[in-house]
């Protein structure tokens, strides 16, 4: 009994999908694991998969959701205070992609699921509210309103770790 | 188009799956950095080794097979059962006509417990040997009581809420029928006995209720365990268990 929707999903998907891993992840093992759990997590909710036009996203909604959990659980250094008052409520260009990650990988801990994930499709992988509405499937204005909530977070760690 | 593209645009371009006569790909033919970023991402998806497709893919088929052969041969189970019954009654000598009449065959809540392995389907019963790396599902029959929690203690001490797995209290099921619960759990490699309990209940119960009276039979140590058909609850509740033994492959 073949799977072969689920087995056509990961052929067309799985090398992008494992890239994104890797770009999140830094770590290859750890992409390659995220990797097969991401296709397991689809194949389990296969009935809910859109058509192919849409399957990118979201396939790329559940590898994203599933990473920004394994970084959540890994523990992070405290980030330098001079850097989050840079970075913080800024919308990181793409030249400071790399700083714009270290910041989001802070704050994961501290944010609701649905905020990490909008702040790390934002800041660091460059779409723009529109694209993060899309992904993630919500309104414009609950992009808004979660990333004044990164922002206001992002201030507060700021406070904290200057105490 | 002077802004650079994002992730996804890159990706999706990977796949072919934006217009050719797009923004992106004008983007793209003018900005070295995003050139550069295309580069590297095809440099990483290069990198996916061919074992992971190998082994996603035969995960992807194994979960599919055991899906399939877990809706087939768990009524098999109970059909073969119910054979079993009929036949059993059939034999029994009828009751005395100056017996008390039974006013209604309740049945007794029921766990069933089927494992995976080497793509094989089997049904596990009391006492059987398992080992590491089984993928372990369960059915359950209520018997009239509406909510389960299954929850595990090994020979090791450790202390585990199955079903529902991370959850905080029991899970509503049919009360009066037999249930395949989802989610299937891969055992791990400590050896000795484990045992796992149902716990059936009118209502919802704390699972923290549970683990507190796992930790209390831990404490007394895995012999105990393979006795131990019960956990000791501060509340009223039906339970049925099952005990196996975990080797090392």
């Given at each position: 009994?073949?799977?072969?929707?689920?087995?056509?999903?990961?052929?067309?998907?799985?090398?992008?999908?494992?890239?994104?891993?890797?770009?999140?992840?830094?770590?290859?093992?750890?992409?390659?694991?995220?990797?097969?759990?991401?296709?397991?997590?689809?194949?389990?909710?296969?009935?809910?998969?859109?058509?192919?036009?849409?399957?990118?996203?979201?396939?790329?909604?559940?590898?994203?959701?599933?990473?920004?959990?394994e970084l959540r659980n890994r523990v992070g250094r405290p980030l330098p205070?001079?850097?989050?008052?840079?970075?913080?409520?800024?919308?990181?260009?793409?030249?400071?992609?790399?700083?714009?990650?270290?910041?989001?990988?802070?704050?994961?801990?501290?944010?609701?699921?649905?905020?990490?994930?909008?702040?790390?499709?934002?800041?660091?992988?460059?779409?723009?509210?529109?694209?993060?509405?899309?992904?993630?499937?919500?309104?414009?204005?609950?992009?808004?309103?979660?990333?004044?909530?990164?922002?206001?977070?992002?201030?507060?760690?700021?406070?904290?770790?200057?105490? | 188009?002077?802004?650079?593209?994002?992730?996804?645009?890159?990706?999706?371009?990977?796949?072919?799956?934006?217009?050719?006569?797009?923004?992106?790909?004008?983007?793209?033919?003018?900005?070295?950095?995003?050139?550069?970023?295309?580069?590297?991402?095809?440099?990483?998806?290069?990198?996916?080794?061919?074992?992971?497709?190998?082994?996603?893919?035969?995960?992807?088929?194994?979960?599919?097979?055991?899906?399939?052969?877990?809706?087939?041969?768990?009524?098999?189970?109970?059909?073969?059962?119910?054979?079993?019954?009929?036949?059993?009654?059939?034999?029994?000598?009828?009751?005395?006509?100056?017996?008390?009449?039974?006013?209604?065959?309740?049945g007794k809540p029921d766990l069933q417990v089927y494992a995976l392995r080497?793509?094989?389907?089997?049904?596990?019963?009391?006492?059987?040997?398992?080992?590491?790396?089984?993928?372990?599902?369960?059915?359950?029959?209520?018997?009239?009581?509406?909510?389960?929690?299954?929850?595990?203690?090994?020979?090791?001490?450790?202390?585990?809420?199955?079903?529902?797995?991370?959850?905080?209290?029991?899970?509503?099921?049919?009360?009066?029928?037999?249930?395949?619960?989802?989610?299937?759990?891969?055992?791990?490699?400590?050896?000795?006995?484990?045992?796992?309990?149902?716990?059936?209940?009118?209502?919802?119960?704390?699972?923290?209720?549970?683990?507190?009276?796992?930790?209390?039979?831990?404490?007394?140590?895995?012999?105990?365990?393979?006795?131990?058909?019960?956990?000791?609850?501060?509340?009223?509740?039906?339970?049925?268990?099952?005990?196996?033994?975990?080797?090392?492959?």
């Amino acid at each position: 009994v073949r799977d072969d929707k689920s087995a056509h999903l990961y052929r067309t998907y799985g090398p992008v999908i494992y890239a994104r891993c890797r770009r999140i992840l830094k770590d290859p093992r750890a992409a390659e694991d995220a990797t097969q759990e991401t296709f397991l997590r689809v194949q389990r909710h296969l009935a809910k998969a859109p058509d192919p036009q849409h399957a990118l996203i979201w396939i790329y909604r559940i590898a994203t959701n599933y990473c920004l959990n394994e970084l959540r659980n890994r523990v992070g250094r405290p980030l330098p205070v001079e850097d989050i008052a840079e970075h913080a409520g800024v919308d990181s260009g793409l030249a400071e992609g790399v700083s714009a990650r270290d910041l989001v990988v802070r704050l994961l801990a501290q944010l609701p699921a649905q905020t990490s994930q909008i702040a790390w499709l934002y800041h660091v992988d460059g779409l723009d509210r529109a694209e993060v509405a899309k992904v993630l499937g919500i309104s414009l204005r609950t992009v808004g309103y979660r990333l004044a909530e990164l922002k206001r977070a992002a201030h507060s760690y700021a406070r904290r770790t200057a105490v | 188009m002077t802004r650079h593209l994002s992730s996804l645009a890159i990706d999706a371009l990977a796949l072919d799956a934006l217009p050719r006569d797009g923004a992106e790909r004008a983007h793209l033919a003018t900005c070295t950095v995003c050139k550069a970023r295309v580069d590297d991402a095809q440099a990483l998806r290069a990198q996916l080794p061919p074992r992971v497709m190998v082994r996603t893919l035969e995960a992807l088929d194994r979960r599919a097979r055991f899906a399939v052969a877990f809706r087939v041969i768990a009524p098999l189970a109970v059909a073969a059962a119910l054979v079993v019954v009929v036949l059993t009654r059939t034999t029994v000598p009828e009751r005395a006509p100056d017996a008390a009449p039974e006013l209604a065959i309740k049945g007794k809540p029921d766990l069933q417990v089927y494992a995976l392995r080497d793509r094989r389907v089997f049904r596990v019963d009391d006492g059987d040997a398992l080992i590491a790396g089984d993928e372990i599902r369960f059915a359950v029959t209520p018997a009239g009581a509406g909510y389960v929690l299954i929850a595990s203690l090994d020979g090791a001490g450790r202390a585990t809420i199955y079903v529902p797995y991370g959850g905080g209290s029991s899970v509503a099921v049919d009360a009066h029928a037999r249930t395949e619960l989802p989610g299937s759990i891969v055992l791990d490699d400590a050896p000795g006995p484990e045992r796992v309990f149902a716990v059936f209940t009118p209502s919802p119960i704390p699972a923290g209720d549970v683990q507190v009276a796992l930790q209390r039979l831990a404490a007394v140590g895995p012999e105990q365990l393979r006795g131990s058909p019960r956990l000791d609850l501060v509340v009223p509740a039906t339970q049925v268990s099952m005990r196996f033994e975990k080797a090392v492959p």
